[in-house]
């Protein structure tokens, strides 16, 4: 589905797993997500705007990539207001993108360590993700989003090998938050692939009607953050690494 269903917006329950008011819902027979901006409880780091606005424009940046990154996601109303809506995805419980494991278990191949510690019972540990085209993608869309909260359990890994990153209200910041678990390709080149979708961002911005459709969801300031960070990574064209003071990874890691 390319386009918002129509209809309206009916509750069918509550996801009390999330930090701020979320339900599952159905705009007819088509289950969705819905995030009413009155239910949110933004960060103070995060003053201006709303979570719902960065969600949808982190949509729009993905569609622009191409990469089907982020679920079909707008601004729609429903029995709590205006907030984001967003496609239900019924991920397959038998993978793991990202996982935590012994650190004496990491697969040979196919997987990258993000890094190594202790858990609570002070046994060895690795964070690890896959080696994935799709999570590459899901990495450079991150860095050039700003991601400040790039949970594991925000990569849900469909049946069909896909996987769609969720729960960007945390996003395009002007000053630097990437905060992510996805750090398995520090410094490795970016592919013909990765690098083409930055293209698109840029040609976009600079020369289509992307910044303007972002206009209405970020400030000014962090559309220019957001144009710079593009035009740093295509420069250097290799996967950054971790700067600044602030983790690196968000806590916690699921």
């Known amino acids: 589905m390319s386009v918002p269903p129509e209809g309206e917006l009916e509750l069918a329950g509550r996801i009390t797993t999330a930090s701020n008011a979320t339900f599952?819902?159905?705009?007819?027979?088509?289950?969705?997500?819905?995030?009413?901006?009155?239910?949110?409880?933004?960060?103070w780091d995060f003053p201006d705007g709303c979570l719902a606005h960065r969600e949808v424009a982190a949509h729009l940046v993905s569609d622009a990539l191409g990469w089907n990154v982020v679920?079909?996601?707008?601004?729609?109303?429903?029995?709590l207001g205006e907030g984001m809506v967003q496609l239900w995805q019924d991920l397959d419980p038998e993978q793991d993108a990202v996982d935590l494991v012994a650190a004496d278990a990491v697969p040979d191949e196919g997987w990258r360590v993000v890094f190594e510690g202790e858990d609570g019972d002070d046994r060895p540990v690795a964070l690890i993700h896959e080696d994935s085209v799709a999570l590459r993608r899901m990495a450079v869309f991150d860095v050039i989003a700003?991601?400040?909260?790039?949970?594991?359990?925000?990569?849900?890994a469909m049946a069909d090998g896909h996987r769609f990153g969720v729960d960007h209200g945390l996003t395009f910041h002007a000053e630097h938050k990437l905060r992510t678990v996805l750090w398995g390709w520090i410094g490795e080149p970016l592919s013909a692939d990765e690098l083409a979708g930055v293209d698109r961002i840029v040609t976009g911005l600079f020369e289509g009607d992307l910044a303007a459709r972002l206009a209405p969801l970020l400030t000014a300031a962090e559309i220019d953050a957001f144009a710079e960070r593009c035009e740093r990574l295509r420069a250097s064209g290799v996967f950054p690494q971790p700067e600044g003071h602030m983790p690196a990874a968000p806590w916690p890691l699921f």
């Open 24 to 43: 599952f819902a159905r705009i007819g027979e088509t289950p969705v997500v819905y995030k009413p901006i009155r239910g949110e409880k933004p960060l």
């Open 71 to 79: 679920p079909l996601t707008w601004l729609g109303e429903g029995p």
């Open 146 to 156: 700003n991601n400040a909260d790039r949970k594991g359990g925000h990569v849900l």
